[in-house]
């Protein structure tokens, strides 16, 4: 099994670009923000805690994301791998998908990272403001609150994941054909 984390700033195309991905490589996709934003539109227990937490720019506790991928991982069966999108997202994170994964005999294969300018991060968002519902999308100071916490808690990922040989960071600014063709050429 392949277990590739799909890394990178808020707005850097990663949900964008994660179909393709899935569909080329026979993985399962595992975006914990969509999985949260469905927990919410349920209007589950957990939904509600999350909610104040996501729609003020802030993570969620570490355990409920790692509990929602490790249910993922066991209940998913015929593919090739899995595709983990925004997730993880602190070092404490990392480590605990490190343990999961060993759990099953398996290594994770690699971090595809996209990378684009703080400044395409603001413009990207504010696009996808206009398309998508998110409540996350919609105020300013989320949005650079959202910015802040990525650089303070897991743009430190990058340095995990590089000091593990893993890291594949790939130009994520030009047209979504240009960054998909990048990401395949890294992948193949
Ligand atoms: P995303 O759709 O990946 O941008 O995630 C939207 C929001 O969900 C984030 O801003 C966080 O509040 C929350 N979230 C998603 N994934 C995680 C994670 N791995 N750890 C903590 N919070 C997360």
Same mark, same amino acid.
């Given at each position: 099994?392949?277990?590739?984390? #799909?890394?990178?700033?808020?707005? *850097?195309?990663? /949900?964008?670009?994660?179909?393709?991905?899935?569909?080329?490589?026979? #993985?399962?996709?595992?975006?914990?923000?969509?999985?949260?934003?469905?927990?919410?539109?349920?209007?589950?227990?957990?939904?509600?805690?999350?909610?104040?937490?996501?729609?003020?720019?802030?993570?969620?506790? !570490?355990?409920?994301?790692?509990?929602?991928?490790?249910?993922?991982?066991?209940?998913?069966?015929? @593919?090739?791998?899995?595709?983990?999108? /925004?997730?993880?997202?602190?070092? *404490?994170?990392?480590? *605990?998908?490190?343990?999961? %994964?060993?759990?099953?005999?398996?290594?994770?294969? *690699?971090?595809?990272?996209?990378?684009?300018? !703080?400044?395409?991060?603001?413009?990207?968002?504010?696009?996808?403001?206009? %398309?998508? !519902?998110?409540?996350?999308?919609?105020?300013?100071?989320?949005?650079?609150?959202?910015?802040?916490?990525?650089?303070?808690?897991?743009?430190?990922?990058?340095?995990?994941?590089?000091?593990?040989?893993?890291?594949?960071?790939?130009?994520?600014?030009?047209?979504?054909?240009? @960054?998909?063709?990048?990401?395949?050429?890294?992948?193949?």
């Amino acid at each position: 099994m392949k277990y590739y984390v #799909l890394f990178g700033p808020p707005g *850097a195309g990663k /949900g964008t670009q994660a179909g393709a991905m899935v569909e080329r490589y026979n #993985l399962c996709h595992i975006s914990t923000g969509e999985l949260l934003r469905s927990e919410i539109a349920a209007g589950t227990e957990l939904g509600l805690k999350a909610k104040a937490l996501i729609d003020n720019g802030n993570l969620v506790p !570490d355990q409920v994301v790692e509990d929602m991928i490790e249910a993922k991982f066991r209940g998913t069966k015929g @593919v090739d791998g899995f595709l983990l999108d /925004g997730f993880p997202r602190t070092l *404490a994170q990392a480590e *605990a998908l490190d343990s999961m %994964v060993e759990k099953h005999g398996e290594n994770v294969t *690699a971090c595809i990272s996209i990378m684009i300018p !703080d400044s395409l991060i603001k413009t990207r968002i504010a696009h996808r403001a206009l %398309v998508e !519902d998110r409540a996350d999308d919609a105020r300013p100071e989320v949005v650079e609150h959202r910015i802040e916490t990525y650089h303070a808690k897991t743009e430190p990922l990058i340095q995990f994941y590089k000091a593990a040989g893993k890291y594949k960071e790939i130009d994520g600014t030009g047209t979504i054909e240009e @960054v998909r063709s990048r990401i395949f050429e890294a992948m193949d």
